[in-house]
């Protein structure tokens, strides 16, 4: 059943289908040692100048961050140097795949950039998908808060049970394991338990108004466990084609531009 649980949660692979030079993004590998000894790999992709900020990118719950690529190497152009790492189990990552390996990873990360990020800013942790859902928890217990500027949340999701639950049942092959496998699920670190403990560092979340893949209520029920400053604001397009709309990029720079280096508090956002 725990196997089964942790198979719906996390999808990795190891093999990288690309490289960033070979989408001449200029980049360097970057490994770390997590808190509990296990190394991960990750790529930094340094800004065009003018530098304006860092930002340390988590990405979803499939393959690794070759895949994932493509989420972010358009930032460096727009001025922000850009971290993202694969958690443990994944690509060039060492160990296998659990959660509470992954927030002991994520920690790990928000470490690194702030002991290595070339700018005097504050700098914004950005999620996808799972990489939102687990960065809400890991920045509410962060010891690096000082250090951030925010998160911007993509298409996160405010429980693991309701989201295994979300994901069971949409075939008729697996309908019937919806409830015993989201009540088996490990929900202790539950995002809409813990995104109202990242105040006073704002929390902006931006979910997909047609997300096919985590349903747009999961943003509504964020928004209201979240404490204030918090800032929604919905996108358009499918979950995992998200960012490759200009609309959504703009956006996304809009609330970059407000965080770093000195706007904790967005403006013109919808604010609810």
């Keep these: 059943m725990l196997l089964a649980c942790n198979s719906v949660i996390f999808v990795p692979t190891r093999e990288q289908v690309l490289t ?14 997590s808190k509990d000894g296990v190394q991960l790999h990750g790529w930094y992709l340094p800004a065009a100048a003018p530098v304006r900020g860092s930002v340390l990118f988590l990405h979803g719950n499939g393959e690794n961050i070759s895949n994932h690529l493509a989420y972010v190497y358009w930032l460096p152009a727009e001025g922000y140097d850009v971290y993202l790492f694969d958690y443990r189990g994944y690509g060039a990552s060492q160990g296998e795949v659990d959660l509470d390996g992954s927030l002991t990873d994520i920690e790990s990360m928000i470490a690194y950039v702030a002991a290595n990020k070339t700018t005097p800013q504050k700098f914004v942790v950005l999620g996808h998908s799972l990489g939102a859902s687990m960065g809400i928890y890991a920045v509410s217990k962060s010891a690096h808060r000082q250090d951030l500027a ?5 298409g996160a ?7 295994t639950r979300d994901v069971l ?15 088996a699920m490990d929900n202790r670190f539950s995002p809409k338990k813990f995104v109202g403990d990242i105040s006073p560092l704002p929390i902006v979340l ?5 997300d096919e893949i985590i349903e747009p209520y999961h943003a ?6 979240a404490r204030e400053p918090r800032f929604f ?15 959504n990029r703009r956006i996304l720079l809009k609330y970059l531009s407000q965080l770093i280096p000195t706007s904790n508090t967005p403006e013109n956002s919808n604010r609810e």
Aim: net charge negative; glycine share 4%; no cysteine.
């Design 206 to 210: 931006l979910h997909s108004d047609n």
């Design 169 to 183: 049942s949409r075939s008729w092959l697996t309908w019937l394991f919806q409830w015993p496998l989201s009540l």
């Design 150 to 154: 925010g998160m911007i949340s993509i």
């Design 233 to 247: 604001q919905a996108l358009h397009g499918d979950h995992n084609q998200v960012l490759n709309d200009m609309n």
């Design 157 to 163: 999701f405010s429980d693991y049970g309701a989201v």
């Design 20 to 33: 960033p030079d070979k989408v001449h993004i200029t980049y360097a590998d970057v490994n770390i040692i």
């Design 220 to 225: 509504a029920i964020l928004l209201q466990a």
